[in-house]
């Protein structure tokens, strides 16, 4: 079965400190794979995508994931957290010519300062 | 590129009533998706469109569900006899050509069924 799992349903760190956000998934294709972040009440922004090539992706807000196929992993990092990060993340899954991605179901993180 | 957009942002109905919203893509993307998201989940897939056509219906919709597309630019998507349980947030996406495969968020929808 297709799915997308983030183990971590809370995360709370402080500002300043790092940040790893994991994410496994279970696809039959070549996935495609995507992090978003979602603000309360709000829509999903794209924070990064990979489609191939290499495995360490830079993204927007300093933000970077890495692409490991042997553990079907897609994690998020960011070396220093700031406050704004808070909010909640969704690693999603698809593919090529596909029309419908699946998510997982989102860690939320909290930024202490 | 001015986003996606949705209308309304909220919306609170009484069970049994019809609500009907509605997404603008980004100017000329042909793809245009509509996902639905319950609180502590991540969204799940409704139906897809390319241009005008409806190319993929989930089980999530049900026979009180539908949504056009009529000229390949906005979508409504329509709740029939509400009930508790569709109260959600409604996120409709878009992308561009076929070749391209990343989708763009709106902000959203919330449903309230009282």
């Known amino acids: 079965a297709q799915s997308v799992t983030q183990p971590d349903i809370h995360i709370t760190v402080s500002e300043g400190a790092s940040l790893e956000l994991r994410c496994n998934y279970s696809y039959g294709a070549t996935p495609y794979l995507f992090w978003y972040v979602q603000s309360p009440g709000q829509g999903l922004q794209l924070l990064l995508k990979y489609f191939s090539g290499d495995t360490l992706v830079q993204g927007i807000k300093g933000f970077e994931a890495e692409f490991k196929r042997s553990q079907s992993s897609f994690n998020l990092r960011k070396p220093s957290v700031h406050w704004s990060d808070a909010a909640e993340y969704f690693c999603?899954?698809?593919?090529?010519?596909?029309?419908?991605?699946?998510f997982g179901t989102g860690t939320r993180l909290k930024v202490l300062a | 590129d001015t986003g996606v957009s949705q209308n309304p942002r909220h919306k609170i109905t009484k069970r049994g009533q019809n609500v009907t919203f509605r997404c603008d893509p980004i100017s000329e993307h042909n793809r245009l998706y509509w996902y639905r998201q319950t609180l502590g989940q991540g969204p799940e897939f409704l139906t897809y469109f390319q241009n005008e056509a409806q190319l993929e219906k989930s089980r999530l919709l049900s026979d009180r569900f539908s949504a056009e597309r009529p000229k390949g630019s906005f979508s409504t998507l329509e709740i029939q006899r509400t009930e508790q349980g569709d109260s959600a947030m409604y996120l409709c996406?878009?992308?561009?050509?076929?070749?391209?495969?990343?989708?763009?968020f709106g902000p959203g929808t919330r449903l309230t069924v009282l």
């Open positions: 996406a878009s992308s561009p050509n076929p070749s391209a495969d990343t989708q763009y």
């Open positions: 999603a899954v698809g593919s090529s010519g596909t029309y419908k991605y699946i």
